[in-house]
């Protein structure tokens, strides 16, 4: 078998948008030949779930363009190039929900899409909320709800919920929560 | 509270990868305001936990450009436009792991990324599966990994797998298969 590693040969930049940043890459295949990948260069996400101290988590509800629809996640945001994330899930959830994490702790990390971007998000739960000053951007039109942990636990598993992040952070919470 | 539903105005290719299609859509925000969303089009997808009789699951390790690593997934593959995912479904299983699945039942379905993809990918488990033809694609560099399924949903607890689509899928298929 000879083996399934690629060799990237070049990256090159063949569209820059104000967000996304679209590179073609060329790599060399396991069997000598080279192929062309086409890819998104992201600069990573957090991503965190709230989760207050009687046991409501907090989401937010927004729209997504490019969903079509209104869609209830948890709070998340870009990272800087460089940041730590521990600092960009303290800044975002801030600016999302108007609550200071005490205490960050680290459920895993997510390729979003591997086939096609480089996002990787880094997901939190985060507790000992403490109300702050909602920060909000100009243009981010969010609205926070507030829902029992199990509830929002129930949505995932119903189909619900389909924001990958928010249910792959949801389920892990559920499985580290029960483990105490 | 003006609401948070933003408005389509317009919807315009700015640049056509062979895989990758970035369009820049013109939205009316809920205060009057237009604004800019560069987002990837995309047709959808499939992934597929497939399960064995003795209760092992076959997963795919893949060399992936965009995360610059090789990566442990369930089965997936893109939809052809105006495809049933059931029938996408069947075909990337046999594609990537050479078995046909007797029985697919839907698990959930997945936005990848919608801060900026339009990209769903519909999730099932895929039973009473029967070895047929491995019948994959010349430029696809797949290694076939069977695994205990416990040993897999360890596997993403543990943070080991960091793939979404896998994240949830193995999962919402531990909540499933559980409830029996």
């Known amino acids: 078998m000879a083996g399934i590693e690629e060799k990237i040969l070049s990256s090159e930049p063949i569209y820059e948008g ?4 679209l590179y073609r890459d060329t790599v060399e295949l396991p069997d000598g030949k080279q192929a062309d990948r086409e890819i998104v260069k992201h600069p990573g996400a957090v991503a965190m779930v709230p989760l207050l101290p009687g046991g409501d988590v907090l989401l937010v509800r927004q729209y997504r363009t490019a969903a079509r629809r209104i869609l209830l996640e948890i709070p998340a945001g870009t990272l800087e190039p460089g940041e730590d994330p521990l600092i960009a899930a303290e800044r975002e ?21 591997p086939g096609y971007t480089s996002e990787l998000i880094h997901l939190f739960l985060a507790t000992e909320l403490e109300a702050a000053r ?3 951007d100009d243009d981010e039109f969010i609205e926070v709800v507030r829902l029992p942990f199990d509830e929002a636990l129930r949505q995932v598993i119903a189909g619900e919920i389909p924001d990958g992040k928010t249910q792959v952070a949801l389920l892990l919470a559920a499985d580290y929560l029960k483990r105490g």
């Open 134 to 136: 909602l920060d909000a």
């Open 18 to 21: 104000k967000l996304v940043k």
């Open 93 to 113: 959830l801030q600016e999302e929900t108007g609550y200071k994490p005490g205490k960050l702790m680290r459920l895993g990390a997510q390729y979003t899409a």
